[in-house]
C-alpha cells in the first residue's frame, strides 16, 4: 500500500501539473470533476472557462485524517438503513449479472417519474450518463450551451470529443440567463445544458420560466436539465422538467441517487428522455451495465425509504441555516443555495485559502468566477459544520 501511496505522490509532483493539462482522478478528492484533461493556467489551477476556474491545491489532503470532508457535495447520513439491509441480504448474489433486477428498478422508477419504461435510462451515477451524452453527440462536432459557471462534467466531455462550449455567464440573482442562451443557439448546436439547481453555485431557476424555455427551445434543440439536486427541495417533484416527456418534448432530465439517497458510492443514477434519443446513445455505449446487482436491490430500497430522504433533507437544511448564520457573523455574504452546499467569497488566494483549511483537517473546495474567489462547502452532519466553522474562523480572521 505504501508503494502505491509513494507512486502516486511522485507522479502528482512531476511536469504534468503543469504542463497545460492533467487528469483529475477521484484519488485526488475531486470526484465530481469529468475524467478528461483539463487545462491549467502558469499556477496550476484548472481553467474551465475564461470566466471560471479551480483552484487546485499544491497539497491534496489524506481523506482519512480530515475531521470534516466537505469537498464532494456527498450526504453524510446516507445510505438508508433499509437500503444497506437490502444490499446485505443480496451480496451473495454479487457473482451474478443483474438484467432482470434492473428491468425491476427501471419499472420502479418509471412508475415515480410518471412515464413509460423506454423513456429510461440508468447509469453509475448521473455524471457518467451526462459524459456518455456529451460523446454520442458530439462525435461530428458542433457546439453545446450551457450556464457559467456550471457543472462541467458534459461540456468538458464534449469538447474533449471535437465539439465546442458557448458560455453564457449567470445572473445577477445567480439563476440562468435563459434569453441570452436561447440567443445564443445557432445552427451548430447541438444541446443545451441547464444544471437546475445549479453547481457550483447553489442557485435555482424558477421553474414556471424554465418550464417555458425547455418546452420552447426543445422544439429546436434537445436540451437536457440537470436535476441531481432537485430532491433538496421541499417541493422539488413540483419542480422538475419531466411533466415534458409525455408532451413529446426533446429534453433529457438526469438524476442520481448520489445525494438525498446518501448512495454516491454505490453509483446508480438515471436519465429520462425520449424513446429516439436513448436509442442514440445506446448504439454506442451501454448504460445499465456499469451497476452492480446489489446497488440495484440498495436503490429500490432507497426509494422505498421516504423517511429517510424527509430525513436527509431537513437535516441538510439545518446545516445550510446555521452555515448562514455563522457566515454573517464573520462578516460574509453567501449565495442561498437550493443544494447541499453552499458558496461564499473569500479575501484570499484560492491555493492557500485550501491550504490553511487542509491544515485544519477541514476539505473544501475553492473556485474564481465573477471576479472573485469563492469557497463551495459541502453540508455534513452538524458537528462537521461546526468544526468547519472553527476552521474557518480561523483561517480568515
Not at 448521473?126 to 460523446?135: C, N, V
Not at 447541499?340 to 477541514?362: A, N, Q, R
Request: hydrophobic share 40%; net charge negative; charged share 25%.
Amino acid at each position: 500500500m505504501e508503494t502505491g501511496k509513494l507512486n502516486r505522490r511522485n507522479w502528482l509532483k512531476t511536469g504534468l501539473l503543469t504542463a497545460g493539462g492533467v487528469t483529475l482522478f477521484p484519488h485526488l478528492g475531486l470526484a465530481e470533476v469529468p475524467k478528461v484533461n483539463i487545462p491549467l493556467n502558469l499556477e496550476g489551477n484548472a481553467l474551465y472557462s475564461p470566466f471560471f476556474k479551480e483552484f487546485i491545491p499544491d497539497k491534496f489532503p489524506e481523506e482519512s485524517k480530515l475531521l470534516a470532508k466537505l469537498n464532494a457535495n456527498e450526504n453524510p447520513y446516507g445510505p438508508s438503513p433499509k437500503a444497506i439491509e437490502a444490499l446485505k441480504k443480496v451480496a451473495v448474489k454479487g457473482n451474478r449479472y443483474a438484467w432482470r433486477e434492473l428491468f425491476d428498478l427501471i419499472d420502479k422508477i418509471a412508475e415515480e417519474e410518471g412515464v413509460s419504461p423506454k423513456h429510461i435510462m440508468m447509469g453509475p451515477g448521473s455524471s457518467d450518463l451526462l459524459e456518455k451524452t456529451g460523446m454520442v453527440l458530439f462525435l461530428n462536432g458542433g457546439n453545446v450551451v450551457s450556464a457559467d459557471p456550471s457543472y462541467m462534467s458534459l461540456m468538458q466531455v464534449a469538447q474533449a470529443t471535437g465539439a465546442s462550449w458557448k458560455p453564457v455567464p449567470l445572473k445577477e440573482d445567480w439563476s440562468h440567463d435563459l434569453k441570452a442562451m436561447e440567443e445564443a443557439i445557432d445552427s451548430e448546436t447541438k444541446l443545451v445544458y441547464i444544471c437546475n439547481p445549479n453547481n457550483p453555485t447553489g442557485s435555482i431557476t424558477d421553474s414556471d420560466e424554465l418550464l417555458d424555455f425547455c418546452s420552447r427551445v426543445s422544439e429546436k434543440v434537445p436540451v437536457f436539465i440537470d436535476e441531481a439536486y432537485l430532491a433538496f427541495i421541499e417541493d422539488g417533484a413540483k419542480q422538475s422538467m419531466v411533466s415534458l416527456i409525455n408532451e413529446g418534448k426533446d429534453v433529457i432530465i438526469a438524476r442520481t441517487f448520489s445525494k438525498i439517497h446518501g448512495m454516491a458510492g454505490l453509483r446508480v443514477g438515471y436519465v429520462v428522455a425520449q424513446e429516439s434519443t436513448l436509442e442514440k446513445i445506446q448504439k454506442i455505449t451501454r448504460g445499465g451495465m456499469g451497476i452492480s446487482y446489489t446497488s440495484i436491490f440498495a436503490a429500490m430500497a432507497s426509494m422505498d425509504d421516504i423517511e429517510f430522504q424527509e430525513s436527509s433533507r431537513i437535516k441538510n437544511a439545518a446545516a445550510r441555516e446555521y452555515v448562514y448564520k455563522s457566515l454573517s457573523k464573520l462578516g460574509y455574504d453567501y449565495v442561498p443555495s437550493s443544494t447541499s452546499f453552499i458558496i461564499f467569497p473569500i479575501e484570499m488566494d484560492g491555493k492557500l485559502f485550501l491550504e490553511k483549511m487542509t491544515d485544519k483537517k477541514v476539505g473544501v473546495r475553492a473556485f474564481e468566477f465573477m471576479g472573485k474567489n469563492w469557497c463551495r462547502v459541502s453540508m455534513g452532519t452538524m458537528e462537521e459544520m461546526k468544526i468547519f466553522t472553527a476552521a474557518l474562523t480561523d483561517v480568515l480572521a
